[in-house]
């Protein structure tokens, strides 16, 4: 039988499931919103630790639900909401696609297409605002993400080159003094006055 935890779990991510459109970077939002706030299974510094890990484990980016189940109910919370996550919207995906296989040239399909673009967009931009509050994140923080999107927007520059510059500039910030990370809230000039 199934305890309350778990049945918890299954509330959260099998709706969530149905409506990641755009990918499991569009529900982020409301992940954080449910554990965080609604069920407080997780502070928000568990919750970014949590989505940082999924981010970097290969697999899709839903593989946030698995942590929070692990956390929640050991393996068998991990096992509910990974389930939770990925069998609703496998049935739906696997439905929709031999319909659309079927339908190239429907105007419903045209209309799909254009009216779930913008929606798609508009739940990844609110995640990745969830996440950067949850981060309580400072104005270096903010500065610094802010530079990283430009570089990576507009240039062909290497994600990985530009992760290590960022880390060598932030090592070379501690070891001469200036701690960046000495408080929430803090900037790069706390030091200064």
Known sequence: MLDSRLIG????????SLLSFGGGQAIVADIQYQTVEVHKWLSNSEFVDMFALSRAA???STLISALIGWQVDGFAGALVAALAMYIPSSAVVYFAASWWQRSQTSPLRIAIERGLA???IGLVFAG???VVQAAQMDALALATLGMCTLILYFTKFSSYRLLFIVG???GALLYFGIDVFAQPGANLFYWWS
């Open 58 to 60: 290969p697999g899709p």
């Open 168 to 170: 060598a500039v932030y």
């Open 118 to 120: 913008p929606v798609a």
């Open 9 to 16: 779990l299954i509330i959260v991510f099998a709706p969530l």
């Open 128 to 130: 990745v605002v969830a």
